[in-house]
């Protein structure tokens, strides 16, 4: 029995992909602050939410993960909640989507954050305490244990994975905000952000619902 399992890292990033691609808070704050202030409050941003991801998953290697992922019953519960919390989001994203529509000169307020708060401090702390990305780490991650001897290993190997894919993602961005600013503060792109997100949290709901 393998140490870890990498065969099923292609499955997990494709399946990562779905809620990396997914513009939620975290990426909305970065790309205000790099349409506002560069690259260089970018990067600041993109760092902020790489430690955020860094602490969800130190809590999640650290055992709650495990004791979920061991107790069908709790890994269906925590499923629940998964879909619950997503849906939630999903009718977020669909009002703030029909606001805009109503009155698109709020586009600012949307992704507009206060100037005084610092990139990287902002985006650790929105990261954090956004419950899409504990419930993503908590629901999906032990379904990618496969045939590995270590849980704890295969989960760090899983997280790593997760923060490479997030960085390859997130750099381009960084620069097509900088270089497209006007772009982004457009009020027909923020209406169609809005509901492409409803949508992705919608599918990953009925991709949950699946796995009861």
Do not use: C, H
């Amino acid at each position: 029995v393998p140490v870890v399992d990498t065969s099923v890292i292609l499955t997990f990033i494709l399946s990562s992909l779905v809620i990396i691609l997914s513009p939620g808070a975290d990426t909305f704050l970065l790309l205000r602050f790099a349409i506002r202030g560069g690259p260089r409050a970018g990067f600041s941003a993109m760092f902020g939410i790489l430690v955020g991801l860094s602490l969800v998953s130190l809590l999640l290697i650290s055992g709650m993960g495990l004791l979920i992922s061991q107790v069908p019953l709790a890994l269906g519960i925590v499923n629940v909640g998964g879909i619950a919390v997503l849906v939630m989001l999903a009718g977020i994203s669909v009002r703030a989507g029909i606001g805009l529509l109503r009155a698109p000169s709020t586009v600012e307020q949307v992704t507009t954050v206060s100037t005084k708060d610092k990139p990287f401090r902002l985006s650790l702390v929105t990261n954090v305490t956004n419950p899409k990305v504990l419930i993503f780490y908590l629901a999906f991650f032990p379904q990618f244990l496969g045939e590995a001897q270590s849980a704890m290993l295969q989960l760090t190997l899983l997280s790593v994975a997760f923060l490479m894919v997030t960085v390859v993602w997130l750099v381009p961005l960084v620069y097509a905000a900088s270089a497209a600013r006007s772009f982004f503060l457009k009020p027909r792109v923020a209406i169609a952000m809005e509901f492409t997100v409803a949508a992705v949290f919608l599918a990953l709901a009925i991709v949950l619902a699946l796995t009861l």
